[in-house]
């Protein structure tokens, strides 16, 4: 995730206090087919400065959008600027 998000705003979401972030993961299908892995991210009482959603992708690929805005992949086809369209599983 550092390679993806660099090394500033990596630190700001991953290096948060463990003790006060919340995760919700879910088990995911894209819209083409591909399956993996939906998380969620926030800390209570700061929902609107900290927190993203993440899809890791069974073939490795990773979609990345904060609370902020920031979207970020690894995807090097996808054209999107957020995440792209999925159903849980």
Same mark, same amino acid.
């Given at each position: 995730?550092?390679?993806?998000?660099?090394?500033?705003?990596?630190?700001?979401?991953?290096?948060?206090?463990?003790?006060?972030?919340?995760?919700?993961?879910?088990?995911?299908? +894209?819209?083409?087919?591909? !399956?993996?892995?939906?998380?969620?991210?926030?800390?209570? %009482? =700061?929902? $609107?400065?900290?927190?993203?959603?993440?899809?890791?992708?069974?073939?490795?690929?990773?979609?990345? +959008?904060?609370?902020?805005? !920031?979207?970020?992949?690894?995807?090097?086809?996808?054209? %999107? =600027?957020? $995440?792209?369209?999925?159903?849980?599983?």
């Amino acid at each position: 995730m550092s390679e993806i998000l660099g090394p500033e705003l990596y630190e700001d979401e991953f290096m948060a206090d463990a003790n006060t972030t919340v995760l919700i993961t879910s088990d995911i299908v +894209l819209e083409d087919g591909r !399956t993996g892995r939906s998380i969620q991210s926030f800390a209570p %009482g =700061n929902a $609107l400065a900290s927190g993203f959603n993440m899809l890791i992708i069974d073939d490795g690929t990773i979609y990345y +959008l904060n609370v902020r805005g !920031t979207f970020a992949t690894n995807d090097e086809d996808y054209t %999107g =600027n957020g $995440l792209p369209g999925f159903s849980t599983i």
